[in-house]
């Protein structure tokens, strides 16, 4: 099972530098793209359509802001959009897709570079989504987590690292929540099971050269519940064309599906 994710920052503007044509070409089985900026029926047009996908959409209630979607060649036994708090569903920032042997999520964590106010809000946002985690491992079956958590989690995953510690996305405390996701509550970082090299980077500011120059961090994941973590085969971080200011991350998992 080949699962992408990847923040569009604006699918309107990601099709238009070539993301679909790029998609067509991966044989992927999942999809799972952020911050789309533009709402289901707004993407009618046929190159937002994937030959042989079935996608699904959760809109933000503003106009060009947020919203997340989910691209499947296998029809998903259920759909659900939202976490049951405000911050999560009024933005859509989360969808999931059941299929027989696992679930599979499109996720967005809300970024707190605009002021106090923000960082408040993408606080209290991944509180919530801290206690979905916990609600998750009493479910009985496997779950992967995909999206842009705006936080770099260790030292390697970030340039210019201790120039940032008091910067929304390398926060201590924000640090500290992934910590309790990956070794308090037992989720895996999909990626660096299989690469522990530094400077991994998923997003790089828009700036010249910041891309070219790897000056950049690791803010997109994918989180796997424990009983995955042996069904991980390959990941990679996709490079060599810009659709937006991120890069997809791509992973193969020894998953049957559907």
């Not at 992967?144 to 210019?160: E, P, Q, R, V, Y």
Request: aromatic share 14%; proline share 3%.
């Amino acid at each position: 099972m080949r699962v992408i994710t990847f923040n569009t920052k604006g699918i309107e503007q990601a099709a238009e530098y070539g993301l679909f044509d790029w998609l067509e070409q991966q044989n992927a089985d999942v999809i799972c793209l952020q911050n789309l900026k533009a709402k289901e029926y707004q993407l009618d047009d046929e190159r937002y359509h994937l030959e042989g996908y079935h996608a699904y959409f959760f809109d933000a209630w503003e106009d060009g802001y947020s919203g997340v979607a989910i691209y499947t060649r296998h029809l998903p036994k259920a759909i659900m959009t939202g976490l049951g708090f405000e911050l999560c569903d009024q933005h859509g920032r989360f969808i999931q897709a059941d299929f027989e042997h696992v679930s599979v999520c499109s996720m967005s964590v809300p970024s707190g570079l605009k002021g106090e106010d923000a960082q408040a809000a993408k606080e209290a946002y991944m509180e919530g989504l801290l206690g979905h985690f916990r609600k998750t491992l009493r479910k009985r079956r496997e779950f992967i987590f995909c999206g842009s958590l705006n936080i770099a989690h260790k030292t390697m995953d970030l340039s210019n690292w201790y120039a940032n510690q008091t910067v929304s996305g390398f926060l201590p405390h924000e640090r500290e929540w992934l910590d309790e996701i990956f070794e308090e509550l037992g989720f895996v970082d999909a990626f660096r099971e299989l690469n522990k090299a530094e400077r991994q980077f998923t997003w790089w500011p828009d700036y010249n050269r910041a891309r070219t120059l790897n000056e950049g961090a690791r803010l997109d994941y994918q989180i796997t519940t424990a009983n995955l973590k042996k069904t991980i085969k390959n990941a990679r971080i996709y490079r060599e064309k810009p659709f937006s200011e991120h890069a997809p991350l791509i992973i193969d998992y020894d998953v049957p599906m559907p």
